[in-house]
Protein backbone atom coordinates (compact mmCIF):
# COMPACT_ATOMS: atom_id res chain seq x y z
CA UNK A 1 0.00 0.00 0.00
CA UNK A 2 1.53 3.51 -1.31
CA UNK A 3 2.68 5.71 2.05
CA UNK A 4 0.18 8.80 1.35
CA UNK A 5 -0.52 11.95 3.19
CA UNK A 6 -4.30 13.35 3.58
CA UNK A 7 -5.10 17.04 3.88
CA UNK A 8 -9.00 17.68 4.11
CA UNK A 9 -9.78 14.36 3.35
CA UNK A 10 -10.52 10.85 5.13
CA UNK A 11 -8.87 7.66 4.63
CA UNK A 12 -11.96 6.32 3.36
CA UNK A 13 -11.97 8.63 0.47
CA UNK A 14 -8.68 7.69 -0.70
CA UNK A 15 -8.88 4.03 -0.39
CA UNK A 16 -12.01 3.49 -2.42
CA UNK A 17 -10.29 1.08 -5.14
CA UNK A 18 -9.64 -1.38 -1.97
CA UNK A 19 -13.97 -1.58 -1.85
CA UNK A 20 -15.33 -5.16 -3.14
CA UNK A 21 -17.92 -4.15 -5.42
CA UNK A 22 -15.53 -1.42 -7.16
CA UNK A 23 -12.87 -4.73 -7.85
CA UNK A 24 -16.02 -6.19 -9.17
CA UNK A 25 -16.71 -3.72 -11.16
CA UNK A 26 -13.79 -2.87 -12.72
CA UNK A 27 -13.17 -6.69 -13.50
CA UNK A 28 -15.92 -6.82 -14.94
CA UNK A 29 -15.31 -3.27 -17.11
CA UNK A 30 -12.61 -5.20 -18.13
CA UNK A 31 -14.32 -8.46 -18.90
CA UNK A 32 -16.35 -7.42 -21.10
CA UNK A 33 -13.76 -5.57 -23.41
CA UNK A 34 -13.38 -2.33 -21.74
CA UNK A 35 -13.86 1.03 -23.34
CA UNK A 36 -13.63 -0.21 -26.85
CA UNK A 37 -15.93 -3.01 -26.38
CA UNK A 38 -18.46 -0.41 -24.59
CA UNK A 39 -18.26 2.26 -27.72
CA UNK A 40 -18.82 -0.62 -30.45
CA UNK A 41 -21.88 -2.11 -28.10
CA UNK A 42 -23.00 1.44 -27.61
CA UNK A 43 -22.95 0.33 -23.84
CA UNK A 44 -22.11 2.25 -20.81
CA UNK A 45 -18.72 3.95 -20.42
CA UNK A 46 -19.86 4.35 -16.00
CA UNK A 47 -17.02 1.80 -14.38
CA UNK A 48 -18.80 2.59 -11.14
CA UNK A 49 -21.29 5.31 -9.46
CA UNK A 50 -21.05 5.35 -5.85
CA UNK A 51 -24.00 8.17 -4.44
CA UNK A 52 -25.31 10.79 -6.25
CA UNK A 53 -24.01 12.50 -9.10
CA UNK A 54 -25.54 15.19 -11.84
CA UNK A 55 -25.13 15.16 -16.05
CA UNK A 56 -26.09 18.12 -17.18
CA UNK A 57 -28.17 19.12 -13.91
CA UNK A 58 -30.36 15.66 -13.34
CA UNK A 59 -29.32 12.84 -11.25
CA UNK A 60 -27.40 10.46 -13.40
CA UNK A 61 -27.73 6.68 -13.06
CA UNK A 62 -25.71 3.77 -13.71
CA UNK A 63 -26.19 2.70 -17.43
CA UNK A 64 -26.01 6.34 -18.80
CA UNK A 65 -22.73 7.41 -20.88
CA UNK A 66 -20.87 10.39 -20.56
CA UNK A 67 -19.80 12.03 -23.21
CA UNK A 68 -17.55 15.15 -24.04
CA UNK A 69 -19.61 18.32 -23.90
CA UNK A 70 -21.58 17.18 -20.32
CA UNK A 71 -21.34 18.59 -17.13
CA UNK A 72 -21.00 16.87 -14.17
CA UNK A 73 -21.55 17.41 -10.59
CA UNK A 74 -20.64 15.03 -7.71
CA UNK A 75 -22.51 14.99 -4.38
CA UNK A 76 -21.04 14.75 -0.57
CA UNK A 77 -20.03 11.31 0.23
CA UNK A 78 -20.35 10.66 -3.92
CA UNK A 79 -17.41 8.52 -6.25
CA UNK A 80 -17.52 8.60 -9.61
CA UNK A 81 -15.68 6.14 -12.21
CA UNK A 82 -15.44 6.48 -16.23
CA UNK A 83 -13.41 6.25 -19.18
CA UNK A 84 -13.83 8.36 -22.22
CA UNK A 85 -11.99 8.91 -25.23
CA UNK A 86 -8.60 7.82 -24.67
CA UNK A 87 -8.46 8.65 -20.55
CA UNK A 88 -10.48 7.50 -17.60
CA UNK A 89 -11.27 9.43 -14.66
CA UNK A 90 -11.64 9.44 -11.13
CA UNK A 91 -14.16 11.91 -9.91
CA UNK A 92 -14.60 12.83 -6.01
CA UNK A 93 -17.16 13.81 -3.70
CA UNK A 94 -18.20 17.63 -4.28
CA UNK A 95 -16.88 17.69 -7.25
CA UNK A 96 -17.98 20.40 -10.10
CA UNK A 97 -16.77 20.02 -13.83
CA UNK A 98 -17.08 19.73 -17.64
CA UNK A 99 -15.69 17.64 -20.18
CA UNK A 100 -15.32 19.73 -22.88
CA UNK A 101 -15.41 17.96 -26.45
CA UNK A 102 -12.40 18.10 -29.23
CA UNK A 103 -12.40 17.00 -32.72
CA UNK A 104 -15.19 14.10 -32.60
CA UNK A 105 -17.98 13.17 -29.71
CA UNK A 106 -15.71 11.17 -27.64
CA UNK A 107 -12.52 13.07 -27.90
CA UNK A 108 -11.96 14.92 -25.06
CA UNK A 109 -9.86 18.13 -25.56
CA UNK A 110 -10.31 20.06 -21.86
CA UNK A 111 -10.92 19.09 -18.58
CA UNK A 112 -12.35 22.06 -16.67
CA UNK A 113 -12.74 21.85 -13.14
CA UNK A 114 -14.57 24.07 -11.13
CA UNK A 115 -14.56 22.53 -7.75
CA UNK A 116 -13.40 19.48 -6.13
CA UNK A 117 -10.35 16.53 -6.97
CA UNK A 118 -10.09 14.54 -10.17
CA UNK A 119 -7.69 11.47 -10.95
CA UNK A 120 -7.37 11.03 -14.63
CA UNK A 121 -5.02 8.74 -17.24
CA UNK A 122 -4.44 10.10 -20.61
CA UNK A 123 -2.70 7.84 -23.02
CA UNK A 124 -1.14 9.83 -25.93
CA UNK A 125 -3.10 11.53 -28.37
CA UNK A 126 -3.78 15.32 -29.45
CA UNK A 127 -3.80 18.34 -27.90
CA UNK A 128 -5.67 18.44 -23.88
CA UNK A 129 -5.79 20.47 -21.37
CA UNK A 130 -7.16 20.53 -17.25
CA UNK A 131 -8.20 23.98 -16.82
CA UNK A 132 -9.32 24.97 -13.33
CA UNK A 133 -9.38 28.95 -11.47
CA UNK A 134 -5.27 29.17 -10.91
CA UNK A 135 -3.93 26.35 -13.41
CA UNK A 136 -3.76 25.23 -16.98
CA UNK A 137 -2.05 22.11 -17.55
CA UNK A 138 -1.10 20.85 -21.06
CA UNK A 139 -1.63 17.16 -20.90
CA UNK A 140 0.17 14.76 -23.07
CA UNK A 141 0.18 10.22 -22.22
CA UNK A 142 0.33 10.79 -18.46
CA UNK A 143 -1.62 10.41 -15.07
CA UNK A 144 -2.01 13.10 -12.53
CA UNK A 145 -4.51 14.63 -9.74
CA UNK A 146 -6.08 17.83 -9.77
CA UNK A 147 -7.59 19.34 -6.32
CA UNK A 148 -8.74 22.53 -5.65
CA UNK A 149 -9.31 22.70 -1.77
CA UNK A 150 -12.85 24.44 -0.34
CA UNK A 151 -12.26 28.19 0.22
CA UNK A 152 -9.06 28.55 -1.11
CA UNK A 153 -7.78 29.94 -4.06
CA UNK A 154 -5.06 27.91 -5.28
CA UNK A 155 -5.10 24.25 -7.12
CA UNK A 156 -2.54 21.71 -5.97
CA UNK A 157 -1.48 19.84 -9.20
CA UNK A 158 0.19 16.06 -8.99
CA UNK A 159 2.06 14.67 -12.49
CA UNK A 160 2.08 11.39 -11.65
CA UNK A 161 4.00 10.51 -14.34
CA UNK A 162 4.70 11.47 -17.87
CA UNK A 163 5.33 15.42 -18.86
CA UNK A 164 2.93 18.11 -18.20
CA UNK A 165 2.80 21.82 -19.83
CA UNK A 166 1.59 24.20 -16.87
CA UNK A 167 0.75 27.74 -16.71
CA UNK A 168 -0.63 29.95 -13.98
CA UNK A 169 -1.02 33.35 -14.68
CA UNK A 170 1.54 33.40 -17.43
CA UNK A 171 4.33 31.75 -15.07
CA UNK A 172 4.88 28.71 -17.29
CA UNK A 173 6.89 25.49 -16.18
CA UNK A 174 7.08 21.94 -17.72
CA UNK A 175 6.87 18.69 -15.70
CA UNK A 176 8.55 15.64 -16.36
CA UNK A 177 7.99 13.17 -13.81
CA UNK A 178 8.26 9.33 -12.89
CA UNK A 179 7.37 9.45 -9.87
CA UNK A 180 4.38 12.14 -8.67
CA UNK A 181 5.85 15.48 -9.18
CA UNK A 182 3.54 17.65 -7.31
CA UNK A 183 2.92 21.63 -7.12
CA UNK A 184 0.49 24.25 -5.73
CA UNK A 185 -0.93 26.72 -8.69
CA UNK A 186 -1.69 29.62 -6.22
CA UNK A 187 -2.83 33.51 -6.41
CA UNK A 188 -2.16 34.61 -3.24
CA UNK A 189 -3.87 37.76 -1.99
CA UNK A 190 -5.61 37.94 -5.31
CA UNK A 191 -2.05 38.89 -7.24
CA UNK A 192 -1.08 36.80 -10.60
CA UNK A 193 -1.18 33.14 -10.02
CA UNK A 194 2.51 31.47 -8.97
CA UNK A 195 3.23 27.95 -9.36
CA UNK A 196 4.99 26.45 -6.24
CA UNK A 197 6.66 23.06 -5.20
CA UNK A 198 4.20 20.68 -3.20
CA UNK A 199 3.90 17.77 -1.18
CA UNK A 200 2.37 14.11 -1.96
CA UNK A 201 -1.11 15.01 -1.56
CA UNK A 202 -4.38 12.85 -0.82
CA UNK A 203 -3.68 10.23 -3.90
CA UNK A 204 -2.24 7.09 -4.20
CA UNK A 205 -0.21 4.88 -6.57
CA UNK A 206 -3.04 2.01 -6.78
CA UNK A 207 -5.50 4.85 -7.14
CA UNK A 208 -3.30 5.61 -10.82
CA UNK A 209 -2.78 1.60 -11.39
CA UNK A 210 -6.70 1.24 -11.46
CA UNK A 211 -7.44 3.72 -14.23
CA UNK A 212 -4.10 3.17 -16.13
CA UNK A 213 -5.66 -0.21 -16.52
CA UNK A 214 -8.94 0.74 -17.56
CA UNK A 215 -7.77 2.18 -20.40
CA UNK A 216 -5.15 -0.83 -21.10
CA UNK A 217 -2.74 1.52 -20.12
CA UNK A 218 0.48 0.60 -17.47
CA UNK A 219 1.92 3.46 -14.80
CA UNK A 220 5.30 4.49 -14.86
CA UNK A 221 6.65 2.29 -12.31
CA UNK A 222 4.35 -0.35 -13.36
CA UNK A 223 6.88 -0.29 -16.08
CA UNK A 224 10.23 0.40 -14.31
CA UNK A 225 8.99 -2.69 -11.19
CA UNK A 226 9.80 -0.02 -8.55
CA UNK A 227 9.17 2.96 -6.98
CA UNK A 228 10.83 6.30 -5.87
CA UNK A 229 9.88 8.04 -2.64
CA UNK A 230 6.42 9.68 -2.36
CA UNK A 231 7.95 13.24 -1.84
CA UNK A 232 6.38 15.19 -4.09
CA UNK A 233 9.47 15.69 -6.20
CA UNK A 234 9.06 13.20 -9.30
CA UNK A 235 11.93 11.18 -9.15
CA UNK A 236 12.42 7.47 -8.62
CA UNK A 237 15.63 8.42 -6.65
CA UNK A 238 18.27 7.64 -9.35
Not at 78 to 92: H, Y
Request: hydrophobic share 35%; with cysteine.
Amino acid sequence: MTQHLLRGRDEKEVLWFQRRDTLRAAAAWLAMGGLPAAIAQQRSNIVELSGDALLNGNRLVPGQTIQTGDQIQTGPGSRLVFALGNASFLVRQNTRMTVERGSTLRAVSMLRILTGAVASVWNKGGSRSIITPTLTAGIRGTGVYTEIPPGEDRTYFCNCYGTVDLDAGGTKAVSRSDYHQSFWAEAPAGATPVIRPAGYLNHTDEELELLAGLINQRTYWQVMGRKGTPDGKGTMGY
